[in-house]
């Protein structure tokens, strides 16, 4: 069974710092893929970041780069200069295999931004 | 291009009753996914259209149902309504079914109040 698991419920972070969001998983399927979204208090999720198990370098998309350690099954979020904006709760997911489009969540982590 | 839209975005049921929800994904995306969101039990998969057939289905009862049209559409149906029901239902639709780099673009969702 896969599973998801992001360890920090919340998280503080002074303006412009980096912060690092924890997300560890559990599969058995070689092929699978893991995502970031970032859902604000209107509730509609946001995609953020992408990776593949087969990706050779960490994924980057702006402000935000996931640290793959596939050995370690790990897959977590960096904000580098975080923004008040960048206030909301962040959800790590997994789609294992190649049909469908099952995300598994984990539980998430609330990311306040202080100014 | 138009966002992934779902309708009604709030719904107030009573116990018994029953309920249908509305997904349009992305002119062009044939794979619907829906979503159950709650403070307890978190983001769950509930099942994912395709080209009109269910493809995945999560864990939930019967009561439970969805359909996709031939417009990619899709709507989901909860019959005989529980108070654990409340939830935000979000919808979420990808340009292709197969293959794990395709992200999923959420709705803003329903959020369904059962009294």
């Known amino acids: 069974a896969q599973k998801i698991t992001q360890t920090q419920p919340g998280m503080f972070v002074q303006e412009k710092e980096a912060v690092t969001l924890d997300c560890t998983y559990d599969?058995?399927?070689?092929?699978?893929?893991l995502f970031w979204y970032k859902q604000p208090s209107s509730g509609e999720m946001i995609f953020l970041i992408y990776q593949g198990s087969y990706d050779q370098q960490n994924a980057t998309e702006g402000r935000y780069s996931l640290n793959f350690q596939k050995a370690r099954k790990s897959a977590n979020l960096v904000i580098s200069a975080s923004q008040l904006g960048d206030s909301a709760m962040y959800f790590c997911a997994m789609r294992e295999g190649r049909r469908g489009n099952k995300l598994v969540f984990g539980a998430g982590t609330i990311l306040r931004v202080k100014s | 291009k138009a966002g992934v839209t779902q309708t009604p975005r709030y719904l107030i049921k009573t116990r018994g009753q029953q309920v249908t929800l509305s997904c349009s994904p992305i002119?062009?995306?044939?794979?619907v996914s829906w979503y159950q969101q709650t403070p307890g039990q978190g983001l769950q998969f509930l099942f994912e259209?395709?080209?009109?057939?269910?493809?995945n289905k999560g864990n939930f009862p019967g009561r439970f149902s969805g359909r996709q049209f031939s417009n990619s559409r899709s709507e989901m149906n909860v019959s005989t309504l529980e108070l654990g029901d409340s939830a935000l239902y979000l919808c979420?639709?990808?340009?292709?079914?197969?293959?794990?780099?395709?992200?999923?673009?959420f709705g803003p969702g329903t959020r369904l109040t059962v009294t």
């Open positions: 599969t058995s399927d070689p092929s699978y893929g």
């Open positions: 002119s062009g995306h044939r794979s």
């Open positions: 979420a639709s990808s340009l292709e079914g197969q293959g794990l780099a395709y992200e999923q673009y």
């Open positions: 259209y395709f080209s009109e057939t269910q493809r």
